[in-house]
């Protein structure tokens, strides 16, 4: 059982930038796809970003440019450095984790291909 805990969430203001981790823990390894979705209340979770196991990386096309992914294969921790955040970057942010299988089919985006999810922490930008 593979448990995912996020962190690093806050309130932060426009134009401002915040860093998120999840730390994975139980029987994890970098062959695993790791992904970020946010959620607004009263909408559905949204892809945000992936990465697997060689670096490659995947983002949503309102976060290019603005929003890093990365992973620390010896800490077991991916982050997720966010620049220029924008009032609309608003949500609970979810790091999720799933099988090779991700990046075979190439379906990063959809929420329903991972297996493992985290508790959620909040993001908030003020404007």
């Known amino acids: 059982q593979v448990q995912l805990v996020e962190s690093g969430g806050g309130l932060v203001q426009a134009g401002g930038s915040l860093r998120l981790s999840c730390a994975a823990s139980?029987?994890?390894?970098?062959?695993?796809?790791m992904g970020w979705f946010r959620q607004v209340p009263g909408k559905e979770r949204e892809f945000v970003t992936a990465?697997?196991?060689?670096?490659?990386?995947y983002y949503a096309d309102s976060v290019k440019g603005r929003f890093t992914i990365t992973r620390d294969n010896a800490k077991n921790t991916v982050y997720l450095q966010m620049n220029n955040l924008k009032p609309e970057d608003t949500a609970v942010y979810y790091c999720?984790?799933?099988?090779?299988?991700?990046?075979?089919?190439?379906?990063?985006?959809?929420?329903?291909?991972?297996?493992?999810w985290g508790q959620g922490t909040q993001v908030t930008v003020s404007s």
């Open positions: 999720a984790a799933g099988s090779v299988g991700i990046a075979v089919r190439r379906t990063y985006y959809l929420e329903d291909e991972y297996r493992y």
């Open positions: 139980g029987p994890t390894g970098s062959s695993y796809v």
């Open positions: 990465i697997i196991w060689n670096g490659g990386t």
